[in-house]
């Protein structure tokens, strides 16, 4: 059980908001599977985020075919002529057929005739295999690069597709955020499997491994708390290179989470001073980020309730009953869209609110005890 850093009431485990007095409690972590890249297209040699088409050819190779064509023809008619020479001359013309089994020569030898047993032809490598141990060496680099905070060599061991979906200037700014919020600390790995033409998030790579990362950081926002995230990440071989390639990789969500982290910190006096202005500057450039964001509404009006602005606080608190997607939430922001309109002096939409609240979640005791003191 923990208590309400606002009002001083008891919290019930798992809820996110007081219920006596809608102060939000925490938003939900955002683990760091989703942290790095982290959201977080088919394997082509030269990766492209867009469809690629096959290189044309150019006018050299051409006329390297066409001259390979006339010398296997020469090499047929002169081998045709010998043949004539030791042989005699045939009684009939033979009729010339196309050989239905024969494999074409790539050597300037004769062609094989039909009725000889053939070989299948060798396929030569024209790249040795990747050593499969090599496969750990961009973990070590992106983790140990968190840690020492060198983020600009985070970023170049990312897959294409990754680096596609953040550009380096918004990854720097991603991660120079969110070191004020986490501060890294150590990480341990060990693989899980390995795979050959692995297809991820419809990138197919040539080869690919699978890692279990353990990587510990102290949270900020909640008073230095040690905290240690368990997630897997793939690393995948690209132009001839081991990369990092994070799964669902949204900069601008990861964004978001980094400023919203930020306004709680302000909002709460969690090891910074408290300044519910600037907590609503970061919450409001959370909703920049993602507009959608019902955690930031929420915390705007709840800040915007303690400044006694009272207009603000409910449109923001009708933002965030609007944008949740679960009727706990919905029912715990009507209660502060109460607690507004009642210190505002407007019982009646006080009274409405409440009894909203307890339609979205009837076990609501804050609003039940609320109705009864009207």
Same mark, same amino acid.
């Given at each position: ?209 699978? %890692? &279990?990362? *353990?990587?510990? @950081?102290?949270? +900020?926002?909640?008073?230095?708390? /040690?905290?240690?995230?368990? =997630? ?121 609110? %409440? &009894?909203? *609240?307890?339609? @979205?979640?009837? +076990?609501?005791?804050?609003?039940? /005890?609320?109705?009864?003191? =009207?």
């Amino acid at each position: 059980m923990s208590f309400c850093s606002n009002c001083g009431s008891q919290v019930p485990e798992g809820n996110q908001f007081c219920e006596s007095c809608g102060n939000p409690v925490k938003k939900p972590p955002q683990s760091q599977s989703q942290q790095q890249p982290p959201r977080q297209t088919q394997y082509q040699p030269q990766y492209s985020p867009f469809p690629q088409r096959p290189p044309a050819k150019s006018k050299k190779t051409l006329v390297a075919v066409i001259l390979a064509i006339v010398v296997l023809l020469i090499a047929g008619v002169v081998t045709a002529a010998m043949l004539g020479v030791f042989q005699g001359p045939a009684p009939v013309t033979p009729v010339v057929t196309k050989p239905t089994s024969s494999v074409a020569p790539t050597n300037g030898s004769t062609t094989v005739p039909s009725s000889a047993p053939t070989q299948a032809p060798v396929v030569t490598p024209t790249t040795a295999p990747a050593n499969i141990s090599k496969s750990i060496d961009p973990i070590k680099t992106y983790y140990k690069g968190l840690i020492s905070q060198r983020y600009a060599e985070c970023y170049e061991v990312l897959s294409a597709s990754n680096k596609h979906n953040a550009m380096k200037s918004a990854y720097l700014k991603w991660k120079n955020l969110q070191k004020k919020v986490f501060s890294d600390k150590s990480f341990k790995y060990f693989k899980v499997s390995e795979a050959k033409n692995k297809t991820i998030e419809k990138h197919k790579y040539a080869q690919v491994a699978l %890692y &279990k990362i *353990a990587f510990t @950081y102290l949270d +900020k926002a909640q008073n230095y708390k /040690k905290v240690t995230d368990r =997630f897997k990440v793939y690393t995948v071989l690209e132009d001839g290179k081991w990369k990092i390639h994070k799964t669902d990789f949204d900069i601008r969500e990861d964004i978001s989470y980094a400023y919203y982290d930020i306004g709680y910190m302000y909002e709460t006096g969690k090891t910074v001073k408290r300044d519910y202005r600037k907590a609503i500057q970061n919450y409001k450039l959370t909703i920049k980020y993602n507009y959608k964001d019902a955690y930031a509404y929420h915390g705007i009006g709840f800040c915007y309730y303690k400044l006694k602005n009272y207009p603000q606080a409910i449109f923001y608190t009708k933002k965030a009953i609007k944008y949740y997607t679960n009727k706990k939430s919905k029912s715990t922001a009507c209660v502060l869209a109460g607690n507004i309109y009642y210190t505002a002096k407007n019982n009646a939409m006080a009274k409405t609110y %409440y &009894k909203k *609240a307890l339609i @979205y979640n009837p +076990k609501n005791v804050y609003a039940r /005890k609320f109705l009864k003191a =009207f």
